[in-house]
């Protein structure tokens, strides 16, 4: 087997330190940032106690923009960027905040629009201002990879743009930024977290460094997603569901997602289910599916996580999806045939051409028969 492994992110990891942005900042030359940041933050006053706190290092702020942001917020940006000169930049927030920052940070060196790039197959430039990563939720893990995923609401699609311009120069994780998740999104971007570990591992893609960094993450998520859900400041289970974020980051980016992340896309874009809740929908279908793959590779990561196997893994699965209050099923959508048709269809994205077992539009369509069919 032949297998590469490069991760360009410096990564700064504990409680506080999204107090020393100023300072590495400054250390690193870097000059009149803008912080892109979601409206929590601006409301409770901390986005200006950042900028405030920053000695003159952030001098900018942009918060107009959605969860799962659209090509023309990203455009938005930009052009405040263009207009005001900006150095570098900071993206605290969920990674809605980061994804949309990545593309902004290299669209504002050009006068294009990054709809050209979005789902179009052309290449993104590779210049971009410098980036610091800050995540609030665990999470996407956008913060270590080179994904920026981006919605074209006018065209109905959503999709990644993958390109090594969108690392982040440092990714600075601090997980007191995660105790104001409400449970709902904690659980959500959790079950995001299991997605892209478990996808990591079994993807074509997957190599022995992705795959250790799989494990410790997945293992993190089952033992402490239910308690950061049920305890919100509970400090251990906050900063262990960030660890568990960053690694599946660091699990998935290379070896990338596979058939769960390939249907979350329809699910979020035509239903509107948030991202992480729509990938936990499929995980333990497609852990059945997958179960006997790979020579016995997904036994054995069952095993790891002490499950006797991967039937035992997908209960497991299917019992935190209950425990956190995601849902199990679509039953609530009364899906029509033509809406089962259009999830199949949609289904069919590159990601699913990742998956270790080949996945037909039959075995699509019993999957969303019987979503629609269950509670
Ligand atoms: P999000 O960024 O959309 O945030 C969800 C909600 O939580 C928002 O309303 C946000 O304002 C709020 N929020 C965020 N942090 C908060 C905090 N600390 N306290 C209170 N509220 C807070 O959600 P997400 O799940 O982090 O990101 C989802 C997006 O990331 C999707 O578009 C998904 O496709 C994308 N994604 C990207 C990658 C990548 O590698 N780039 C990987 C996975 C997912």
Redesign the pocket.
């Known amino acids: 087997m032949m297998w590469d492994y490069e991760q360009p992110v410096d990564i700064r990891f504990g409680n506080g330190r999204v107090s020393e942005i100023g300072e590495l900042a400054r250390e690193r030359g870097l000059r009149n940032g803008m912080l892109i940041t ?3 933050f601006v409301r409770d006053g901390f986005a200006q106690r950042l900028i405030d706190d920053s000695a003159g290092a952030l001098t900018g702020m942009f918060s107009d923009f959605s ?3 659209d090509v023309s917020e990203v455009d938005a940006c930009a052009a405040v960027m263009r207009e005001s000169g900006t150095g570098f930049v900071v993206a605290m ?7 949309l920052a990545k593309a902004a940070a290299s669209i504002c060196l050009t006068e294009d629009s990054i709809a050209d790039y979005h789902g179009t197959g052309k290449a993104m430039p590779q210049e971009h201002l410098p980036l610091i990563a800050v995540p ?2 665990a ?4 913060e270590v ?1 080179c ?3 981006l919605t074209n609401r006018a065209l109905g699609k959503k999709a ?1 743009i993958v390109s090594d311009g969108f690392f982040p120069d440092l990714a600075i994780v601090d997980p007191e ?2 105790y ?3 449970p709902y ?1 904690t659980a ?2 959790g079950m ?1 977290v299991l997605s ?1 570990a478990i996808e990591g591992y079994w993807s074509k893609g997957h190599q022995p460094i992705c795959d250790a960094c799989a494990v410790h993450a997945a293992k993190l998520v089952f033992r402490w997603l239910p308690v950061a859900v049920a305890e919100p400041r509970n400090a251990e289970a906050r900063e262990k569901m960030c660890e568990a974020s960053v690694i599946a ?1 660091l699990a998935f980016t290379l070896p990338k997602t596979t058939s769960s992340h390939a249907c979350s896309f329809p699910l979020t874009n035509i239903h509107g289910i ?3 809740e729509a990938c936990g929908l499929t995980l333990d279908w497609f852990a059945r599916i997958n179960a006997d793959a790979q020579h016995g590779r997904v036994q054995e990561f069952a095993r790891m996580l002490g499950f006797a196997d991967v039937d035992a893994m997908a209960d497991a699965i299917h019992d935190l999806k209950v425990t956190i209050g995601m849902r199990t099923g679509l039953k609530d959508l009364a899906l029509s045939e033509s809406q089962i048709d259009d999830l199949v269809r949609i289904s069919r994205h590159p990601n699913l051409y990742n998956n270790p077992v080949d996945i037909t539009d039959e075995m699509l369509r019993d999957m969303y028969e019987y979503l629609a069919a269950t509670d």
């Open positions: 979601s409206g929590h969860p799962n942001p927030g969920g990674g809605s905040a980061m994804d609030t939720t999470g996407t893990g956008s990879t994904v920026s995923v990644p930024l995660t104001s998740v409400p999104v959500c971007t995001d892209q980051g948030p991202h992480g």
